[in-house]
């Protein structure tokens, strides 16, 4: 009866071993992950505040990069544009230039020409002298022209002071001047104008080469600094969400880790708890055995009863040695279990302690087997693991990197096509603009010439009237019928007679036809240089539109390709995503690591041998 009620008690203390095992092992593995889980979390909130401090940074590395490349481009441009009016203004000049000397050149020609055939005559008639004096008082003013030198403005002034001098202007002989003679030294001075003009001209396309050079080097630099400022706002951008994402996510962090701290400082004071009533409660068992052990052995010694039968796992079984090897090799085993929280070893250890002495060898080394299958298979899959999983991670790094850089290129192609677009829209309507400007202005042109010339009719007819009037008049007052009082009237010059006034009416409208002639040739040559610097002006800007449109094409084609390119490495990535995630259940790190894990194993197998040890002590 005693055995009976011992075993009672007996199966209620292994029964309530067990669950308390069962609630140290949920204990234990809570804890421990619950403490990888706050150990994970602090090393995330590091790196993440890390992440946080290195967008910050590159954040204000990128805006500085962006005030620095806006401020070169402002530069460039301000520069640029204070280059092309510069251009503009020595090219107007050069116009002038040219003009100019074009027309002193000529101007040179028909006085060389002119002096030799009027010189070359014996006698002139008055029209020809007239011509011949309008030709040589004009070389006062050509020979002022910069090109012409001290020794030949000398010559052709020395000339026009013969001739003033001279009582008949043909008496002047081609080489009055002893050096060569007047008009080799105006043909000397023409073709040195022509050279000048030639020298001119080639000063001016070299200006406009290096111009066109140095335009062209600005305007790449531009290019390039708007490249690198798309470049670094996109950088930006991204830094800017990235830095959103890691505040957002370290804030996510910290809240888990307050919560598993929070949990975890419950879980201990429950599992204390617990430990504490089982402690309780396995004296109480331990003592109620013992005291039943005694009671048995005071009747057995009583009626010389002998029982056999003993159970190891009552340690306060006076009848068990402590030098047991068995007892001994299973407290260790149990002792492992506990130290590396191993369920499965404090369950070997509780479970062999009524098996025979040669099934608990086996029991052991059973499990010795099982941890070794175990370390094994788990090498082979942290091998696996760690090969495609760093090959999949190499491989995504490059894809998304592939992917940022074409994303990127896209971004500045779609802004550069939205620009040039722009662009060209703005060159088509100042074309438009030029048309319709040329169109009003031929217009009106086409009418102020109209008017001209009525104008120029009526003043024309008018003064041959007033002069035929005239004509009419003097041959009538001068005539023999005409009294001397008449022909003293006729004879007034302060417009009271009718002959005056016919002179002022006859006056005013050679003034107003001369002035009409002066207007109509300053309008004339100012609407042909207003089309031809529209013709200029509109044939390179409908050059530069060409070259814009080329470039869009570019751009386009460039976009194109991007956007395949895009897709291929879009698809790529998804794929390597696709395979990372179907790897993550089974390569995932997890708490504890397989470090750790391998080193908990061989610590077990290691104890598990040394309790073979202690088993081989009885052999």
Not at 313 to 318: D, E, G, I, R
Not at 554 to 576: F, H, P, Q, R, W
Not at 589 to 614: D, H, M
Request: charged share 35%; aromatic share 4%; proline share 1%.
């Amino acid at each position: 009866m005693i055995d009976d009620f011992g075993g009672k008690v007996q199966k209620d203390l292994d029964a309530s071993g067990k669950l308390f095992e069962k609630d140290a092992k949920f204990c234990d593995d809570e804890a421990v992950a619950k403490n990888y889980a706050i150990k994970d979390s602090k090393e995330a909130i590091a790196n993440l505040e890390a992440s946080i401090e290195n967008a910050k940074a590159k954040i204000v590395e990128h805006s500085t990069n962006i005030e620095d490349a806006s401020a070169k481009i402002s530069e460039t441009e301000g520069e640029l544009y204070k280059l092309s009016q510069q251009r503009d203004k020595d090219h107007k000049d050069f116009l002038v230039t040219e003009k100019e000397m074009l027309s002193t050149v000529a101007e040179l020609d028909t006085a060389a020409a002119t002096l030799k055939k009027e010189l070359a005559l014996a006698q002139v008639s008055p029209v020809t002298k007239k011509h011949f004096n309008n030709v040589v008082d004009g070389l006062s003013q050509i020979v002022e022209a910069a090109f012409v030198t001290h020794a030949q403005q000398k010559k052709v002034r020395a000339f026009l002071q013969a001739k003033t001098d001279a009582e008949d202007a043909l008496t002047l002989s081609t080489k009055n001047d002893g050096n060569g003679g007047v008009i080799e030294t105006i043909t000397n001075v023409e073709e040195k104008g022509e050279t000048t003009l030639s020298d001119v001209r080639k000063e001016e396309m070299q200006s406009n080469h290096e111009f066109m050079m140095t335009k062209q080097s600005m305007d790449s630099e531009i290019k390039s600094l708007n490249e690198e400022l798309n470049e670094n706002t996109h950088a930006k951008q991204f830094n800017t969400q990235a830095l959103a994402q890691a505040e957002k996510d370290v804030a996510i962090a910290k809240r888990a880790l307050e919560e598993d701290t929070e949990y975890v400082g419950d879980l201990k004071r429950d599992c204390q708890e617990k430990a504490r009533e089982w402690e309780a409660e396995h004296k109480d068992g331990e003592a109620e055995l013992k005291a039943l052990a005694s009671a048995k052995q005071i009747l057995t010694n009583k009626f010389a009863f002998v029982s056999m039968k003993t159970s190891l796992s009552s340690k306060a079984s006076a009848n068990i040695a402590d030098d047991d090897p068995k007892t001994r090799a299973l407290a260790s085993i149990e002792q492992l279990g506990r130290k590396f929280h191993s369920t499965a070893l404090v369950a070997l250890a509780y479970s062999a302690a009524s098996d025979p002495f040669g099934k608990v060898r086996s029991m052991v080394e059973d499990m010795i087997k099982k941890l070794q299958q175990e370390a094994a298979e788990e090498a082979t899959q942290k091998a696996f693991c760690d090969e495609e999983m760093g090959k999949s991670i190499k491989s995504k790094a490059e894809k998304e990197e592939k992917l940022e850089k074409t994303n990127s290129r896209i971004e500045n192609a779609e802004a550069g096509t939205a620009s040039l677009s722009e662009q060209i829209g703005t060159l088509s309507e100042q074309i438009s603009e030029i048309d319709s400007a040329v169109k009003e202005a031929t217009a009106l042109r086409q009418a102020e010439s109209a008017a001209f010339r009525v104008s120029e009719k009526d003043f024309s007819e008018s003064q041959d009237a007033c002069a035929q009037a005239i004509e009419v008049l003097r041959e009538y007052y001068e005539g023999a019928g005409a009294s001397l009082a008449q022909v003293d009237a006729t004879a007034s010059r302060d417009g009271s007679g009718i002959v005056g006034l016919l002179e002022v009416a006859e006056s005013d409208f050679a003034k107003m036809l001369a002035d009409t002639r002066t207007t109509e040739d300053a309008s004339k040559a100012e609407f042909q240089k207003m089309t031809q610097e529209n013709k200029l002006s509109k044939a390179t800007k409908e050059a530069e539109r060409k070259g814009k449109e080329s470039e869009v094409k570019t751009l386009k084609g460039a976009l194109a390709n991007g956007n395949e390119d895009k897709e291929g490495i879009s698809t790529e990535l998804d794929a390597v995503l696709q395979y990372l995630a179907e790897l993550k259940p089974q390569c995932e790190t997890k708490a504890p690591s397989y470090a750790e894990k391998k080193a908990k194993r061989e610590a077990e197998i290691a104890g598990l041998k040394e309790a073979l040890n202690i088993l081989s002590e009885s052999a």
